[in-house]
């Protein structure tokens, strides 16, 4: 959609524990509209349709007591898999960026658009997905702190991404995250003032 209302349309990618949600919270504050890809993932595992996909390829096992997708036993059972962890990314990230291109075509009919729209991806360059937005940001820190902010298994996760260096020199703003949330929330700001001005 090439209307004069689209907003802005601005990727924050980065490491794990790097702080790309307290970014997508930050721009919240400052006036942008904003989804992570993880509330996209999280919606499409309700689908009926892509439940029984997922059940079919990695088992029962996934189910939580309450008939829905646990997504913690599947982030186990995919991170142990190379195979299931590719086959799971085939299938939603597709998906994903529907869903992703639909809200922000929505937001674009509103009678007072915001002029921004972030999103959180995680896997931005390593699936492509830059071609679809305007501008990218990635947030960095180093490897040592982002461990100490994310119980998550950073080294075997990151092996399989671009090195921070590679994001960095591709994206449109930087940041390294090692300060307060107040320094994270004043680069947002002057992020979104050159975006809207």
Do not use: C
């Amino acid at each position: 959609m090439t209307g004069a209302h689209r907003p802005v349309a601005v990727a924050i990618t980065g490491g794990i524990g790097a702080g790309k949600s307290e970014a997508l919270r930050a721009f919240a504050r400052h006036g942008a509209a904003t989804v992570s890809s993880d509330e996209i993932v999280h919606h499409l595992l309700l689908r009926e349709d892509v439940k029984e996909k997922v059940v079919g390829r990695v088992g029962d096992g996934v189910v939580a007591p309450d008939g829905e997708i646990d997504r913690g036993a599947l982030g186990t059972a995919v991170f142990n898999d190379r195979d299931a962890l590719t086959w799971l990314e085939q299938l939603l990230h597709p998906l994903v960026s529907a869903e992703y291109l639909q809200w922000r075509d929505d937001l674009a009919k509103l009678p007072n658009a915001p002029a921004v729209a972030v999103t959180e991806v995680p896997l931005l360059y390593e699936v492509g997905g830059e071609a679809r937005f305007d501008k990218v940001v990635v947030i960095t820190a180093p490897t040592k702190l982002r461990r100490a902010r994310s119980a998550v298994a950073v080294n075997e996760r990151e092996a399989r991404l671009l090195p921070d260096s590679e994001k960095v020199k591709r994206a449109d703003f930087a940041f390294v995250n090692t300060g307060s949330l107040e320094e994270l929330d004043a680069f947002v700001a002057s992020v979104m003032r050159e975006l809207t001005t």
